[in-house]
């Protein structure tokens, strides 16, 4: 895996009052062992649906298991859902949300469908939500919507929300969005982030003759206990 790398890129997002948002995002990665290297599970808090765990190491991503013996595999959050419609779609459609949550920026927004799922039930759109919405509890709405082909709706519904393609819980993902309680703490993360895709890109490249030339040579000899 000599020359291995990794282009990250980060934008900070503020949601509102104890809502400091950073969007990590793999723009491009080589070897592509390394192009979702970030862990997601689910969370337990009522506002968040899900939880940054973790860059993952060399080691999780060649076995494809955490450290609990849980498989991880992608799962782009990629799929919209209604709890009341089944939502059939065809290529090109529009699916248009209204009234977003602060963490898709608000407002009315529009995504490019790319087909249903395999059940026939939900939408996949072409890219990706940043931010997953929480299936509602009745009474309570979800997200507001329409399917539109060309100009015409032809589904709509008031109970949408978001899931990963495959199933929510743990996973790979090539992006995702952290939610903190304060600025300070969010610029942390951001430097911490970077630090691990660091690390993980140069153990990565390391190949059999680079890791026996690393520094400070071969062989390493120690006197030990040191006197520092």
């Given at each position: 895996m000599a020359g291995a790398s990794i282009q990250l890129r980060q934008t900070k997002v503020y949601v509102g009052p104890v809502r400091f948002g950073v969007q990590h995002e793999i723009v491009?990665?080589?070897?592509?062992?390394?192009?979702?290297?970030?862990?997601?599970?689910?969370?337990?808090?009522?506002?968040?649906?899900?939880?940054?765990?973790?860059?993952?190491?060399?080691?999780?991503?060649?076995?494809?298991?955490?450290?609990?013996?849980?498989?991880?595999?992608?799962?782009?959050?990629?799929?919209?859902?209604?709890?009341?419609?089944?939502?059939?779609?065809?290529?090109?459609?529009?699916?248009?949300?209204?009234?977003?949550?602060?963490?898709?920026?608000?407002?009315?927004?529009?995504?490019?469908?790319?087909?249903?799922?395999?059940?026939?039930?939900?939408?996949?759109?072409?890219?990706?939500?940043?931010w997953s919405s929480t299936e509602p509890e009745p009474p309570d709405n979800g997200l507001r919507w329409e399917l539109r082909r060309a100009a015409t709706v032809v589904s709509s519904g008031n109970q949408g929300f978001t899931r990963r393609e495959g199933g929510d819980g743990l996973c790979l993902s090539d992006q995702f969005m952290v939610i903190l309680s304060d600025g300070e703490t969010a610029l942390s993360h951001m430097v911490s982030v970077a630090t691990y895709l660091d690390s993980l890109a140069k153990s990565a490249g390391l190949d059999g003759a680079s890791f026996e030339a690393f520094p400070p040579g071969n062989p390493v000899d120690y006197l030990l206990p040191s006197s520092t």
């Open positions: 491009s990665a080589s070897p592509a062992l390394l192009a979702s290297p970030f862990i997601i599970d689910a969370s337990a808090s009522p506002r968040d649906k899900e939880r940054f765990v973790a860059v993952a190491s060399l080691d999780a991503l060649v076995r494809g298991t955490y450290t609990d013996g849980r498989a991880l595999g992608r799962k782009a959050l990629n799929t919209f859902a209604d709890r009341s419609v089944s939502i059939t779609a065809r290529p090109s459609d529009t699916l248009v949300v209204f009234d977003c949550p602060p963490e898709w920026s608000g407002g009315t927004q529009t995504f490019t469908v790319r087909g249903s799922d395999a059940g026939g039930v939900a939408l996949i759109i072409t890219d990706a939500f940043w």
